[in-house]
């Protein structure tokens, strides 16, 4: 099949498979909102700060956690209340884990689908 005569260049050079991938059980349980929220409490060690800097309400933070953790029968967060020492947030062992399988998964899934992309695209674009 020929490229598009129009470009000189190899066009799928300035092309890309985007894939987003989500985990459902009955629902959607996990997926890259929840991702990338627990890699910000990684970083922050509050759930707070940690929706603040990825400009959401703390409250909406929670219900996602909330519900993913209802989702997943587990809990994603060990978090403390505020007082003497200030509160916090952390992973628990088993939201750690499950946050470090889907990043596995996912980089392996993108590596696949571009590989897949350029074999089958390679002659159109």
Partial sequence: ????????GDMIDHFHPVLTIRIFGEEKCFGPGVAILLKQVQTHHSLRAAAM????????????????????????????????????????????????????YCQLLRGYADEQFQTLFRDIL
């Fill in 1 to 8: 099949m020929p490229k598009f005569p129009c470009y000189d």
């Fill in 53 to 104: 800097s990825i400009g959401m309400a703390y409250s909406k933070a929670w219900t996602i956690i909330r519900n993913a953790q209802n989702q997943l029968g587990f809990r994603l967060l060990d978090s403390t209340t505020g007082g003497k020492h200030g509160g916090g947030a952390s992973l628990t062992p088993e939201g750690a884990t499950l946050l470090e399988a889907y990043e596995r």
